[in-house]
Antibody
Framework: QVQLQESGPGLVKPSGTLSLTCAVS?????????WSWVRQPPGKGLEWIGE???????NYNPSLKSRVTISVDKSKNQFSLKLSSVTAADTAVYYC????????????????????WGQGTLVTVSS | DIQMTQSPSSLSASVGDRVTITCRAS??????LNWYQQKPGKAPKLLIY???SLQSGVPSRFSGSGSGTDFTLTISSLQPEDFATYYC?????????FGQGTRLEIK
């Protein structure tokens, strides 16, 4: 059974950088899956932030692209999120999730069906 | 970005009722539509993928249909554990986007 666990500071100062890590257990991060970050402001809906493949290929939400970096550490079977220049609008529960993927013609693609999720971690942006 | 609009935003129903939730995309997304269930304080759970495929372990009372721009999630006979918020999500193009959610409450 695949399990994902987010970790990182729960409080970040405005203009600072939010940093979270998602540890994957029960499966390899080097599988054919993609690994995503999704956030949910308190009482609101879901927003996809971006995803990474074990090769290091990434896709980002254009609305956040200038501030987001997602990286992977295969040796630790984990991936990470950095979001810079945060404001109160970035206060949210941040989830990591596994997206199904497939390979065809030598390239690998994300299906973005999120079948496993972490429990989520609340990050508050406040001074 | 593709906009996803769910209706209704909230719904009251009783145990045993048949319930349908609708999701409309701002452009055609073929069958690249997924449904999630989220309970308070919990992560979303994948119910349906590719518009009509039931995720492993999900009860058969859940079903999905549609293609193009209009989709539905149907719960054939509501159970107490089904009261939650439901989200649709398009995976046709990046960025993937979610509907605003439908809150299903006990009548």
């Amino acid at each position: 059974q695949v399990q994902l666990q987010e970790s990182g500071p729960g409080l970040v100062k405005p203009s600072g950088t939010l940093s979270l890590t998602c540890a994957v257990s029960g499966g390899s991060i080097s599988s054919s899956n993609w690994w995503s970050w999704v956030r949910q402001p308190p009482g609101k809906g879901l927003e996809w932030i971006g995803e990474i493949y074990h090769s290091g290929s990434t896709n980002y939400n254009p609305s956040l692209k200038s501030r987001v970096t997602i990286s992977v550490d295969k040796s630790k079977n984990q991936f990470s999120l950095k979001l810079s220049s945060v404001t109160a609008a970035d206060t949210a529960v941040y989830y990591c999730a596994r997206g199904t993927g497939y390979c065809s013609g030598g390239s690998c693609y994300s299906s973005q069906n999120f079948d496993y999720w972490g429990q989520g971690t609340l990050v508050t942006v406040s001074s | 970005d593709i906009q996803m609009t769910q209706s209704p935003s909230s719904l009251s129903a009783s145990v045993g009722d048949r319930v349908t939730i609708t999701c409309r995309a701002s452009q055609s997304i073929s069958s690249y539509l997924n449904w999630y269930q989220q309970k308070p304080g919990k992560a979303p759970k994948l119910l349906i993928y590719a518009a009509s495929s039931l995720q492993s372990g999900v009860p058969s009372r859940f079903s999905g249909s549609g293609s193009g721009t209009d989709f539905t999630l149907t719960i054939s006979s509501l159970q107490p554990e089904d009261f939650a918020t439901y989200y649709c999500q398009q995976s046709y193009s990046t960025p993937s986007t979610f509907g605003q959610g439908t809150r299903l409450e006990i009548k």
